[in-house]
């Protein structure tokens, strides 16, 4: 019998309007870190151990092949490229040895879309009481928040029009279904 | 009224295209910029509604927000609306309008007469009147006389959003005020301006200024604020609502102005604006003066004349007069004149008026009837003549009758009311402004600044002189209330049976109820309340304002939550393949599971049946993702979840499970599920199916509130794994096939073990344990594999009779085995002694969440409702879930039962229940009762099925 098959959540159903998109991102693999951060200093040697700050709330920080995105207190999200977890993970293991952190795959438990176009900013407001103007919610910036009725992670890595929105794999279906019902005025 | 044959120049109308439109069934003629008030006026038509309560005919009254006569029920079928105010419909092409509560129509409405019976309708005569029998035998009756328009009998087509926005000043009102607010903020280009404004377009009353000077002047201000980047503008935008921390609510209408057939996709757009600071510049509103009859159509606020004819440029009528206790009538009516319309006169009840607006009078012909008061008009359907009466004093009586006028058009201005409702949501406090007789803001309790009219600043003097109802006349025909036909008797009928507050009389009279609330009414209700009381106004107080401000739309309260969206869903891994395999789909929580897969010809009940037996002789597959699966490390893991579990947790061995219970702190079963021991500080903990969340949660709160030196991580995994539970006597021969490094053969894997390895090439996790009471195995996948592994399992178990089964064949096959789900078998009282557990209890030496409750008096009560199961006793007897166990005597309730089903594997029901001391009862007859049937059931221990419990090993 055939190995099991991976497939996406949405298999390839996208969004596409004139003002405004929505594409599943299958190409980022997601780890999640967490500490005991209720120990003093327990932050701080995390970092040592990994040789550069770690983002703080409401920020997302690049490194060299990863995104690290702040998720909660002690917590991170890190953007890997799909298929290259296990690796990222050992190699952070080794970094951590000794250190109480728990390393654990998550890309399978999330969706992470891609949401464009002129009119996107305009279009997660209807889902989310974030200021996402520009000026507030530009590049570096992560937030943890309710979207359109769901815990939903949004990141404006690099700044633009795009927003990785990040939620439970579960409800992708859902997502795609009110985006294309909240952003009917963007053709 | 007159009909305008030609629109007074200057007028903000285009006269180069005319707009088609029905009232009441008649073809009309307007022209774009009009609203459907003016429209309707231009073609000369007077009578537009019908009061409420007295079928009084009713014209315009105003020209805005305050208008309370002009409503009209826009449109029909599926768009029809009710109550739109006429002045704020904009006019477009083949709009349909007809009058409200009227029959035939408003123009000869047969319930008219109910104006003869006045003196028997008084305030609130409905609490009264209709006592006997009961009002229910009057209600229809009542409700078919009475009423406002007709609510849509189909779903309403449209489409609204939702849109939240942040903005560093918000300001309400486009108006000189409101423009000059938003300049000023937008000077700073970081501060972002909201600058909303309710009508078509931007202006406020600038719009119906005939100065060249106001023009230039809005012109060059809307120029530069599309200039500002830093301002954002939001026309046809209304604010209805504002809440704490500067949170205000809008209705922005993006397709109304074009009707349903011109609009775009969105028909409104619902905002909820943060705001830094607020700018209040929502104007004022003229109130009415209060004197017999002055409800006849043709009587009109002065400043809606002044609107009709210089913005939308009306003649009205052939003889205008005027009636004031103020100066700003005065010079709307000096403004008329320059324009060349027909006003004859000017009548104020103030004996003594400003020399140089008396002299402008004279000067420009109007005969001037100062120290005047109106005691009653005349005419059936429209305005023909006043009557006149001297004013002795400051007002406060009548002296000599002074004869009466000709008119067709009243044009009355009792002073400006400060539009402070949005203010006054705010929590901001107001005082009474004794020289204009008008409640102004005084402290705010938020960010907020009100300026212009809103805040009591009037361009010039009013040097008003209070009048709140007409002296030495009956208050009988003295309306206050135009909407909702409240006079000024109504509200002494109020005082004189004793209702002192404000709020009280409000809602006794109905007195600013209406769907204006009050915006005309209110203040010259306090005014007739405070004189029928013999106190100040301040005294009296004023009601407080509430949101919405104005109606809203219920479709934008609901946006795109409608349907499908209605609250957000959940899918399984491999819902593609349950699709395609004919699954029935009940919403189980937020997830969308099969319940069963009916094949053709099957019902709910045969296609659960079948699959039942096919669990219990050969295999069933069921996806089981749902199944919580929370990940608990660290090296006070073990020390953790020994004080969440009420099962001894220090003894669980790596790789072994235990089922365990989980309690509340006032020892109630919250969950269950078993507990898997992956490392000494590494633990899987199962939680019932969606419960996953709501045990996080309890987990961190005790984590992070009560037990911080605990060294425990805590992540919910759920969702990564896809789960299916294999289950059958032929489970093991069919995972077999499947390639994998784990030994799932019999004595390798045995019941309640769990095992870690590769399947087909991906990590996987398989737990051995039963809720069907069959060999099952509840494998786990990354969630990406869930449809992969679902597809090759059902192609390995195709020659063993494999079936796929949903959450009602789980549910049966459960309660044949009598094993227990919290939450349908459980209710908010259930302790582990009414499970059986107290054994359990005794034994654990530690202490665990929930134990020190266990030991109140109320635990060891016999009389608890202890888990059981139910035999019932007559043949192919039926019962449900909910059905009430009985008493002795078989008079109150002593349990319920929690699961029933048909079995096809024992031919029988079988039932599950709480009953009052059920365990000590074992053997016991009790009877059930459901839906007025009784019958007999012996109380058993639970699990009809395989109570030796072999299957599961097998």
Same mark, same amino acid.
């Given at each position: ?187 | ?213 106001? %023009?230039?002047?809005?012109?060059? *201000? @809307? #120029?530069?604020? !599309?200039?500002?980047?830093? &301002? +954002?503008?939001?026309?046809? =935008? ?111 009840? %103030?004996?003594?008026?400003?020399? *140089? @607006? #008396?002299?402008? !009078?004279?000067?420009?012909? &109007? +005969?001037?009837?100062?120290? =005047? ?582």
């Amino acid at each position: 019998m055939d190995n099991l098959a991976r497939r996406t959540v949405l298999a390839s159903a996208t969004l596409e309007r004139e003002q405004f998109r929505v594409t599943e991102n299958s190409a980022l693999g997601l780890i999640r870190l967490q500490t005991f951060h209720r120990k003093p200093g327990a932050v701080d040697h995390l970092a040592a151990r990994l040789g550069a700050p770690l983002p703080g709330p409401g920020t997302t920080r690049a490194g060299q092949d990863r995104q690290w995105f702040w998720s909660a207190p002690g917590e991170w999200v890190i953007a890997v490229r799909a298929g290259t977890e296990d690796v990222v993970l050992a190699e952070l293991r080794a970094q951590l040895d000794g250190l109480f952190a728990v390393l654990s795959v998550m890309t399978d438990s999330r969706i992470v879309l891609d949401v464009g176009g002129a009119s996107a900013r305009e279009v997660l407001a209807r889902g989310s009481t974030v200021d996402f103007h520009p000026s507030r919610f530009g590049a570096g910036s992560c937030v943890l928040t309710r979207f359109a009725g769901v815990p939903a992670m949004l990141a404006c890595p690099y700044g633009g029009d795009v927003i990785l929105l990040f939620a439970d794999r579960s409800q992708a279906r859902y997502l795609l279904e009110w985006f294309e019902a909240a952003s009917v005025d963007c053709e | 009224m007159k009909q305008t044959l030609r629109r007074l120049p200057h007028a903000r109308v285009d006269a180069g295209k005319p707009i088609r439109f029905t009232f009441d069934g008649q073809h009309y003629e307007g022209l774009a910029g009009d609203t459907l008030a003016s429209a309707l006026l231009a073609n000369g038509v007077g009578v537009v509604g019908r009061s409420f309560k007295l079928h009084r005919p009713r014209g315009v009254l105003g020209s805005g927000k305050e208008e309370a006569n002009a409503l009209v029920q826009l449109e029909r079928g599926e768009y029809t609306e009710p109550n739109a105010r006429a002045t704020l419909v904009p006019l477009y092409e083949g709009l349909e309008a007809c009058g409200q509560n009227a029959w035939p129509n408003v123009h000869s409405d047969l319930f008219g007469a109910l104006g003869l019976f006045k003196r028997l309708l008084p305030a609130s005569f409905y609490y009264k009147t209709f006592m006997w029998p009961s009002w229910h035998r009057w209600e229809w009756l009542v409700r078919r006389i009475a009423g406002l328009g007709t609510a849509p009998q189909s779903a309403d087509p449209q489409t609204y959003l939702k849109q939240n926005v942040h903005a560093d000043v918000v300001v309400v009102g486009a108006g000189r005020s409101g423009l000059e607010a938003a300049l000023e903020a937008a000077r700073d280009s970081a501060c972002r301006v909201l600058l909303i404004d309710e009508q078509e377009e931007a202006g406020g009353s600038l719009l119906a200024s005939p100065s060249d000077a106001d %023009r230039a002047w809005l012109a060059a *201000a @809307l #120029r530069e604020v !599309a200039a500002r980047e830093n &301002i +954002t503008r939001l026309q046809r =935008t209304t604010v209805n609502g504002y809440y704490d921390n500067n949170v205000l609510a809008a209705l922005e209408r993006l397709g109304n102005h074009l009707g349903p057939a011109g609009a775009g996709p969105v028909r409104e757009r619902f905002w909820r604006i943060f705001a830094g600071r607020v700018v209040l510049a929502t104007g004022a509103i003229e109130r009415p003066l209060v004197f017999p009859n002055n409800d006849r159509p043709g009587i009109l606020l002065a400043s809606a004349v002044r609107e009709y004819s210089h913005r939308y440029g009306l003649t009205l009528g052939e003889r205008i007069v005027f009636y004031t206790n103020n100066d700003s009538a005065w010079r709307t009516a000096l403004e008329l004149v320059e324009v060349g319309l027909p006003v004859t006169a000017i009548i104020d009840i %103030r004996p003594a008026v400003d020399t *140089a @607006l #008396r002299q402008r !009078a004279e000067d420009a012909g &109007i +005969t001037l009837y100062p120290g =005047t008061a109106v005691t009653n008009t005349r005419g059936r359907r429209g305005l023909r003549r006043l009557v006149l009466h001297r004013l002795t004093g400051q007002g406060e009586a009548l002296g000599a009758p002074a004869g009466t006028l000709d008119c067709d058009v009243l044009a009355m201005s009792g002073g400006w009311t400060p539009t402070i409702h949005l203010y006054s949501q705010s929590g901001g406090q107001l005082r009474y402004r004794d020289g204009d007789a008008c409640f102004v803001p005084e402290r705010a309790h938020q960010a907020v600044t009100v300026v212009g009219r809103a805040n009591g600043e009037f361009p010039e003097p009013l040097h008003l002189q209070p009048q709140w109802l007409t002296p030495g006349v009956s208050p009988e025909h003295q309306w206050v209330d135009f909407q909702y036909d409240v006079t000024a008797s109504d509200i002494q009928l109020a005082a004189r049976e004793n209702f002192v507050s404000v709020e009280h009389v409000k809602r006794y009279t109905t007195n600013g109820m209406s769907v204006d609330q009050g915006k005309t009414s209110n203040v010259n209700g306090l005014g007739v309340l405070a004189l029928a009381t013999g106190r100040p106004i301040p005294e009296v107080g004023t009601t407080r304002f509430r949101p919405p401000y104005h109606p809203t739309t219920i479709g934008a309260y609901a946006g795109i939550e409608l349907g499908g969206l209605y609250t957000p869903f959940q899918q399984l891994p491999a819902h593609a393949a349950h699709v395609a395999a004919g699954a029935l789909f009940e919403d189980y929580g937020a997830w969308q599971r099969p319940a069963c897969y009916p094949q053709p010809g099957e019902d709910e009940d045969a296609a659960v049946a079948r699959e039942a037996r096919a669990v219990r002789s050969a295999v069933g597959l069921l996806d089981y993702s749902p199944l919580g699966k929370l990940e608990v490390h660290g090296p006070d893991a073990r020390e953790f979840l020994n004080r969440v579990y009420l099962n001894n947790i220090r003894t669980l061995e790596v790789g072994a499970a235990r089922y365990g219970l989980m309690l509340n702190e006032a020892g109630i079963v919250i969950d269950d599920g078993v507990l898997v021991c992956l490392a000494e500080d590494h633990f899987l903990l199962h939680t019932t199916s969606g419960g996953a969340s709501t045990i996080h949660q309890h987990l961190e709160e005790w984590l992070q509130c009560e037990w911080t030196d605990l060294a425990v991580i805590v992540n919910n995994a759920t969702t990564q794994w896809a789960t299916l539970m294999l289950s059958g006597p032929r489970a093991r021969s069919v995972l077999q096939q499947l390639d994998s490094d784990i030994d799932v053969g019999r004595e390798a894997f045995g019941h309640m073990q769990y095992r870690a390895g590769r399947l087909l090439g991906q990590p996987c996790r398989i737990l051995r344990a039963s809720f069907t009471g069959e060999v099952s195995f509840e494998i786990s996948v990354p969630a990406s594999c869930g449809q992969a592994l679902w597809e090759a399992l059902m192609q390995a178990g195709a020659a063993q009779g494999i079936v796929p089964f949903g959450i009602e064949t789980l549910m049966l096959l459960r309660t044949e085995k009598g094993y227990l789900h919290v939450g349908a078998d459980t209710d908010g009282n259930t302790m582990p002694q009414d499970l059986g557990w107290g054994g359990a209890v005794a034994k654990k030496p530690d202490d665990f969440i929930g134990r020190r409750s266990l030991s109140q008096p109320v635990g060891a009560d016999p009389d608890r409702f202890q888990f059981t199961g139910l035999e019932l006793l007559e043949p192919d007897a039926r019962t449900v879930s909910g059905a009430h166990v009985l008493t002795a005597a078989g008079e109150s309730t002593a349990g319920y039962v929690t699961s029933a089903y048909y079995s096809p594997n024992l031919n029988r029901s079988v039932v599950l229940g709480i009953v009052a001391g059920a365990r000590e009862r074992e053997g016991e007859v009790v009877t059930i009762f459901y839906a007025g049937r009784r019958q007999r059931a012996r109380l058993v221990k639970p699990g009809a099925y395989d109570p030796a419990g072999e299957a599961f090993n097998g």
